[in-house]
């Protein structure tokens, strides 16, 4: 059973836009929901993060909405660059039970020139 | 080195060859993780140890076999291998209890 759920699969944006990518969850006991980067022959990377209690988190361009009510959280890109083009997954995870980390499926971006 | 490394970082090998993947964090984490990472699909959690003690065994085929010899080193021994095999592994590490992991840069593994 897929507990993260992540739409788009791809996704293509102009150098300048906002990329959004969202993730929905079943599992209500998930306190910690990291997104990862991952680049081509890299492994995943953690950009940002954030846990239930704030609605939103921010770090220079990258921004986490998280609506728990809905069992939602999204990312956002601003100013989105070609340097952003990478594979992004959501994950979640009950952070009292250790570090078993449930992925999304993975969103591809690609940022044009 | 810093990070999470892992060797090699390509392997080809037949189906009846034994090859092992390693792994080594230097970030002073307690626990390894091993993940397996397909084309279009999640990426599968496969074992986890915490302190050198296998803590979880995601219904992993016993074709795979970790070993943990110590919090920094984390093995793969392959045997046996299917071509549905072929996949990325990628090695992870934390503190136990902690948020997110770090991975290595994975090993891309063939099997022909």
């Known amino acids: 059973q897929q507990q993260v759920k992540q739409s788009p699969q791809s996704l293509i944006v102009q150098k300048g836009g906002i990329s959004i990518i969202n993730c929905a969850y079943e599992n209500t006991a998930f306190d910690y929901f990291p997104w990862y980067q991952q680049f081509p022959g890299k492994g995943p990377a953690l950009l940002i993060a954030i846990r239930p209690d704030v609605s939103e988190k921010k770090e220079g361009r990258f921004t986490i909405s998280f609506n728990k009510s809905a069992k939602q959280f999204s990312l956002h890109i601003m100013d989105s660059q070609p340097g952003d083009s990478a594979t992004y997954f959501c994950a979640a995870m009950v952070e009292t039970s250790g570090s078993r980390l449930t992925f999304g499926e993975g969103t591809q971006l690609t940022v044009n020139p | 080195e810093t990070g999470v490394t892992q060797t090699p970082r390509h392997l080809v090998m037949g189906m009846t060859n034994k090859k092992s993947l390693k792994c080594e964090q230097h970030?002073?984490?307690?626990?390894m993780y091993w993940y397996k990472q397909s084309a279009k699909k999640p990426l599968e959690l496969m074992f986890v140890y915490n302190f050198k003690e296998q803590t979880e065994n995601n219904s992993v085929p016993s074709r795979f076999s970790p070993e943990c010899p110590n919090s920094s080193h984390l093995f793969l021994h392959l045997h046996t291998l299917q071509p549905e095999d072929s996949a990325l592994y990628l090695c992870?590490?934390?503190?136990?209890?902690?948020?997110?992991?770090?991975f290595g840069p994975g090993t891309r593994l063939t099997v022909t």
């Open positions: 970030l002073g984490h307690n626990a």
């Open positions: 992870a590490s934390s503190q136990a209890l902690a948020g997110g992991v770090d």
